[in-house]
């Protein structure tokens, strides 16, 4: 999301252009996807994720008015929501037991590399975790999901000026946290 989408592209898929609503997609697909990471528990459940947030904003590009939020807060507000979603399913979710055993050779990531990939993420989130609530969803949003001040802003309801400064008391406790950290 380095690029910003332009504005034609983005008016042609609020139109209904499916050539443009890839386009869209496809522009928004990695930030989305470092947002689902940043708050799901694997890659799977954030790839899953973000095929749901893509298929909803499609559905609801046509429908969207642009006067009213930026396409990347539109997108982001339908990422929290579906992320919020999915944890809540997980926690009516039970496991399903088969005896029978996979036709296919499991090809998922073994325990080593599980635990080398997960152990960044763990220190990431533990890091995280320290801040309180809304804090951590503008690092997030601001970092993991690349959106401006603005853009975050009307995601989470907060002028842009306040984004920033919650942002800077964010980046402050978690530098800190990692001062006093190093010291143990």
């Known amino acids: ?3 910003p989408l332009e504005p034609e592209i983005t008016q042609s898929a609020m ?3 499916p050539v443009a609503m890839d386009a869209v997609a496809r522009h928004f697909r990695p930030a989305v996807y ?4 940043a708050h799901l528990p694997d890659p799977q459940a954030a790839d899953d994720v973000t095929q749901e947030v893509l298929m909803a904003m499609i559905q ?11 396409v990347s807060a539109f997108v982001f507000g339908i990422a ?3 992320v919020a979603m999915w944890h809540r399913a997980s926690y009516r979710r039970r496991e399903d037991l088969h005896d029978d055993a996979p036709e296919r050779a499991d090809l998922s990531p073994g325990p080593s590399d599980v635990a080398q990939a997960g152990d960044a ?3 990431i989130d533990a890091a995280l975790s320290t801040l309180p609530g809304q804090l951590r969803q503008i690092l997030l949003l601001r970092i993991a999901a690349g959106l401006s001040a603005e853009e975050t802003g009307q995601v989470l309801g907060m002028s842009p000026g306040a984004v920033r400064v919650a942002q800077h008391r964010a980046l402050t406790r978690l530098r800190q946290s990692a001062d006093l950290e190093a010291l143990r």
């Open 60 to 70: 609801a590009l046509p429908r969207h008015q642009a006067a009213d939020h930026s």
């Open 15 to 17: 139109g209904g252009d």
């Open 121 to 123: 993420m763990v220190r």
């Open 1 to 3: 999301m380095n690029e």
């Open 80 to 82: 929290a929501n579906k």
């Open 34 to 37: 470092r947002y689902c990471r």
